[in-house]
């Protein structure tokens, strides 16, 4: 398995590419079930996660043609409506071809993704919403299966806004008989991007970005070529560890109105950050300030930036409460950085109290999830000495070319067996 080795205290200087958004692919590439033909996407990140969706969707059937960035998916030969165990598995996101899949075919089967490192992360408001639009749910052996003549369209209430479960539907609904209103809805930036491949396919989605999203199924949608917004959580990655080393990084290919909340934060640590259409300049400035932070849904402090945040606190100046209002068991790394010499006491299980120490110390670590493993780069960045990051295969899901990216800033990095 492959590893990460770091040696720490230099900083960070010069120019990086962002990514194509994970989280936006995801549900983008989930899409093209909806569609009988060819849907062509571009920017698409090279990443575990893609690889996954892509195997899944070959195994229903379609074929998925990837050169460099670009995927075509050709949805007309789905022949199947399984998502197998063995696949959905690999990735909790695969939960997104449940809606897809009923809304075309009228009947799906997917295995329950079950839970993770970060969380219980329940599906039951995708299965109630599904059930407001007029399938009948079943869970039978560890799969959900959902059938419905064709879905009808309903209002849908949300206890609270969940990204995946808002797309999920949002996507059922674009072929659904009539108007679906999602309330309470996410309002993430991915949202937005799928509600805009959507209307390109040619359905009738209004209100995506705010707690209302209104959908006026169509009868079928068709082809189109779709590009991935940039990852902003791989910017915000990129941005912490800027700032955590003192460096100085214009991190280009960005879009810098997703990462207001991020932004908002890591100014009031002292670093300096200039804006620009597509790119953003951040230099990290010691000492560094510590500041409260507590997860929101978007346009909130993202959950998936906390724990780069959290290793940040470690070396700041000062104490931080960190508090993860969105996952119950997202502070595994805690207990990684505190084998680094960090100071970090966890109290109720989401809310963290980190002590700034002076430096950290090298050591060896493990990942235990996506963000984690990038808490751990971070800190492996400024800690003193070598740190070696093992499990980085959780890294691999959703960072396309980190060490590569980190070392042509000038880092110490490097991939071992
Ligand atoms: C592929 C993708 O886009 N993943 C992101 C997505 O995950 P995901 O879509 O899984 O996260 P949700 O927004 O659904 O989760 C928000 C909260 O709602 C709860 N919940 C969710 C659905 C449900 O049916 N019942 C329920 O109780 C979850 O357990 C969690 O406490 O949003 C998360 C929150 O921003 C991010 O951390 C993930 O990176
Ligand atoms: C938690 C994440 O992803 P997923 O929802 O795919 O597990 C993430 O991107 O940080």
């Given at each position: 398995?492959?590893?990460?080795?770091?040696?720490?205290?230099?900083?960070?200087?010069?120019?990086?590419?962002?990514?194509?958004?994970?989280n936006?692919?995801?549900?983008?590439?989930?899409?093209?079930?909806?569609?009988?033909?060819?849907?062509?996407?571009?920017?698409?990140?090279?990443?575990?996660d893609?690889?996954?969706?892509?195997?899944?969707?070959?195994?229903?059937?379609?074929?998925?043609?990837?050169?460099?960035?670009?995927?075509?998916?050709?949805?007309?030969?789905?022949?199947?409506?399984?998502?197998?165990?063995?696949?959905v598995r690999k990735m909790r996101a695969s939960i997104?071809?449940?809606?897809?899949?009923?809304?075309?075919?009228?009947?799906?089967?997917?295995?329950l993704p079950g839970g993770c490192a970060i969380g219980a992360r329940p599906v039951d408001m995708h299965l109630?919403?599904?059930?407001?639009?007029?399938?009948?749910?079943?869970?039978?052996?560890?799969?959900?299966?959902?059938?419905?003549?064709?879905?009808?369209?309903?209002?849908?209430?949300f206890d609270m806004p969940t990204v995946t479960g808002?797309?999920?539907?949002?996507?059922?609904?674009?072929?659904?008989?009539?108007?679906?209103?999602?309330?309470?809805?996410a309002?993430e930036?991915?949202?937005?991007?799928?509600?805009?491949?959507?209307?390109?396919?040619?359905?009738?989605?209004?209100?995506?970005?705010?707690?209302?999203?209104?959908?006026?199924?169509?009868?079928?949608?068709?082809?189109?070529?779709?590009?991935?917004?940039?990852?902003?959580i791989?910017?915000?990655?990129?941005?912490?560890?800027?700032?955590?080393?003192?460096?100085?990084?214009?991190?280009?290919?960005?879009?810098?109105?997703?990462?207001?909340?991020?932004?908002?934060?890591?100014?009031?640590?002292?670093?300096?950050?200039?804006?620009?259409?597509?790119?953003?300049?951040?230099?990290?400035?010691?000492?560094?300030?510590?500041?409260?932070?507590k997860t929101l849904p978007?346009?909130g402090f993202p959950t998936d930036m906390q724990a780069?945040?959290m290793?940040?606190?470690?070396?700041?100046?000062?104490?931080?409460?960190i508090h993860e209002s969105i996952f119950e068991n997202r502070f595994v790394h805690a207990n990684?950085?505190?084998?680094?010499?960090?100071?970090?006491?966890i109290s109720n299980g989401n809310i963290a109290?980190?002590?700034?120490?002076?430096?950290?110390?090298?050591?060896?670590?493990?990942a235990s999830d996506l963000r984690a493993s990038a808490s751990?780069?971070?800190?492996?960045?400024?800690?003193?000495?070598?740190?070696?990051?093992?499990?980085?295969?959780h890294?691999?899901r959703g960072?396309?070319?980190?060490?590569?990216?980190?070392?042509?800033?000038?880092?110490?990095?490097?991939?071992?067996?």
């Amino acid at each position: 398995m492959d590893k990460i080795q770091i040696t720490g205290g230099r900083q960070l200087h010069g120019e990086v590419n962002i990514s194509g958004a994970k989280n936006a692919a995801l549900p983008l590439i989930a899409s093209s079930i909806l569609v009988n033909g060819k849907t062509c996407f571009s920017n698409v990140p090279n990443l575990m996660d893609i690889t996954s969706i892509r195997q899944l969707l070959e195994d229903l059937g379609a074929s998925c043609k990837a050169s460099n960035n670009c995927l075509e998916v050709d949805g007309s030969l789905i022949n199947k409506i399984e998502a197998e165990y063995d696949l959905v598995r690999k990735m909790r996101a695969s939960i997104l071809v449940l809606g897809p899949l009923v809304a075309r075919f009228g009947h799906a089967k997917v295995s329950l993704p079950g839970g993770c490192a970060i969380g219980a992360r329940p599906v039951d408001m995708h299965l109630s919403g599904l059930e407001a639009l007029g399938a009948v749910i079943s869970i039978d052996h560890g799969y959900i299966e959902a059938k419905a003549n064709r879905l009808i369209g309903n209002e849908i209430y949300f206890d609270m806004p969940t990204v995946t479960g808002t797309e999920n539907l949002m996507m059922a609904a674009t072929l659904a008989k009539g108007t679906t209103e999602l309330r309470n809805a996410a309002r993430e930036p991915e949202i937005v991007a799928l509600a805009d491949a959507l209307n390109l396919m040619g359905a009738k989605i209004n209100g995506a970005g705010t707690p209302i999203i209104t959908i006026e199924g169509v009868k079928n949608l068709s082809s189109a070529d779709i590009s991935i917004i940039p990852d902003r959580i791989e910017t915000g990655t990129f941005m912490v560890a800027a700032a955590a080393t003192g460096g100085d990084v214009l991190i280009k290919g960005c879009n810098p109105d997703h990462i207001g909340g991020i932004i908002n934060k890591l100014k009031a640590t002292g670093t300096s950050i200039e804006t620009f259409s597509g790119s953003i300049r951040v230099i990290g400035n010691k000492p560094i300030k510590s500041v409260d932070i507590k997860t929101l849904p978007y346009p909130g402090f993202p959950t998936d930036m906390q724990a780069q945040f959290m290793a940040l606190m470690t070396v700041a100046d000062g104490r931080s409460m960190i508090h993860e209002s969105i996952f119950e068991n997202r502070f595994v790394h805690a207990n990684e950085l505190l084998r680094m010499g960090a100071k970090i006491s966890i109290s109720n299980g989401n809310i963290a109290m980190v002590k700034g120490v002076e430096n950290l110390q090298a050591a060896p670590v493990m990942a235990s999830d996506l963000r984690a493993s990038a808490s751990l780069v971070i800190a492996g960045l400024v800690a003193e000495g070598t740190t070696v990051i093992s499990r980085v295969y959780h890294m691999d899901r959703g960072y396309e070319n980190i060490e590569k990216k980190f070392s042509l800033l000038g880092a110490d990095i490097k991939r071992i067996k």
